[in-house]
Every structure is written in C-alpha cells, then in structure tokens.
C-alpha cells in the first residue's frame, strides 16, 4: 500500500516513514501543505496520514480542497492530545479517522490497513476472493486451503489485485501502489511478479487484459490466462 505522509515535524516523520516501510507500505513523506496539495492532485494514494499543523497550508485546508476535487482516498489525522476540537473539525471535514500524537506504529499500521480495507468494501483483515485468502495484518496468503510462501512484492501486487478484485489496474496504477519516488523500477519489473504469482498459485488467476492491464476476477473461471 502506497500511504502519503505529511507532516512537518522531522523527528516524528523520520520514525513513521521508517516504521510504516518496516510494516511494507510504500511511503512518500512531505513536509508541509503546499507540497501534499499538489501531490494529491497529480498522484494516486492508498491512504493519507495528515498532520493538521502543517506549514504554508494547514492540514484542514489540505482536506478541504481534496474533499472539494472528489478525492475519496482514506484520510488519517494527526493530531495533539489535547486538540479536541481540532479532531472534531477534521473528521467533520471529510477525515476518516485520527490518531492522537505521540502515535505508536503498530497502531498506525492497523489503522491504515483498515482504512484501505473499508474504502473497498472489506471489513476483516483476513478477506477471500475466489479460492484465494489474504491476510493483511498477518501478511499471509492461502490458496485452495494451503499456505503459500510469496515474498514481499509479490504480496503486495496480489494485495492490490484483491482489493480491486473485479476492475482492471493498470501497469501504471499498480506500479504507484507499490513503489516510492525515489524508487528506480526496472520496466518489466512487475510483469516478473505477476510471472512468479502465477506459478506459485495458478496461471489463470490473474488475467492478462491485453493493452490494459491485470484483472483478478470476483469469481475465478478455470482455463488458461490470457
């Protein structure tokens, strides 16, 4: 999962950045309104952990104007421990849920994790598409009732397929859910991983959507890939 984080305190946006890369999300930090702003406009997040206190545009103005463009991607508010009516002010504008700060990772962790799940209709961490079962918390997949070893990439493109289980995503739309800025990615670097999850569970799980991109049907039908 790809996750913005803005915020302009640098002690605390080193540890969450390192934190939340540590629980395998990709994570693109910002230091203040402005920059986040013209981020959501032009790129695409699975969820956003924004601090309220940003400088040259406030956290608040920040969700305003991306509520106001129809962004609908989860947003996570920081805020102090005492700000009640900040916390009150974000969720009213279009927040989904807040973390007081200091913020324990595991916490954030789970919290974004739901947030993602929820924006696509999931309610448990452990969800089932077809004959396959993904637990997000634990990082684990089963197919056809056997545990199957996938290394980290791997998870995550099958994470991205199962939550837009359904919807074709784009080479471009799942590389952005997997990679950082300032992540060089080789240009067959996820055709390599959709390769090795076909081998690993089926071949025709994951369909090929010729001159599109990758689709992880509802209901699987048996028969070759395309």
């Given amino acids: 999962m790809r996750v ?12 969450l950045r390192a934190g939340l890369r540590q629980l395998g999300f990709a994570v693109e ?3 203040d309104g402005i920059a986040a702003d013209a981020a959501l406009k032009d790129d695409h997040f699975d969820a956003i952990v924004l601090d309220l206190g940003l400088p040259r545009l406030g956290g608040l103005a920040v969700l305003e104007r991306m509520r106001a463009r129809g962004d609908r991607t989860p947003v996570l508010v920081l805020t102090a421990r005492d700000a009640l009516d900040d916390r009150v002010r974000g969720l009213d504008q ?6 007081v700060k200091p913020v324990a990772v595991a916490e954030l962790g789970a919290r974004l994790r739901a947030l993602v799940r929820r924006s696509a209709g999931i309610a448990s961490a452990r969800y ?11 990082r684990s997949v089963e197919f056809r009732g056997r545990p199957v070893e996938l290394k ?3 998870f995550d493109v099958l994470e ?5 289980a359904g919807r074709v995503l784009s080479k471009e739309q799942l590389e952005a859910r997997l990679y950082e800025w300032d992540k060089t990615v080789e240009s067959n670097t ?8 076909r081998r690993k569970l089926a071949p025709e799980v994951i369909h090929t959507v ?17």
């Fill in 190 to 197: 996820l055709e390599v991983y959709i390769h090795y999850l």
């Fill in 94 to 99: 279009g927040g989904d849920d807040y973390v």
């Fill in 152 to 154: 980290a990439r791997e």
């Fill in 128 to 138: 089932t598409v077809g004959e396959l079962v993904l637990d997000s918390a634990a």
């Fill in 210 to 226: 010729r001159g599109v991109g990758y689709l992880l049907p509802r209901v699987p039908k048996p028969g070759p890939h395309e």
């Fill in 29 to 31: 930090w910002l230091r």
């Fill in 4 to 15: 913005l984080l803005a915020e302009d305190d640098d002690n605390l946006g080193d540890g």
């Fill in 160 to 164: 991205a397929l199962m939550l837009a």
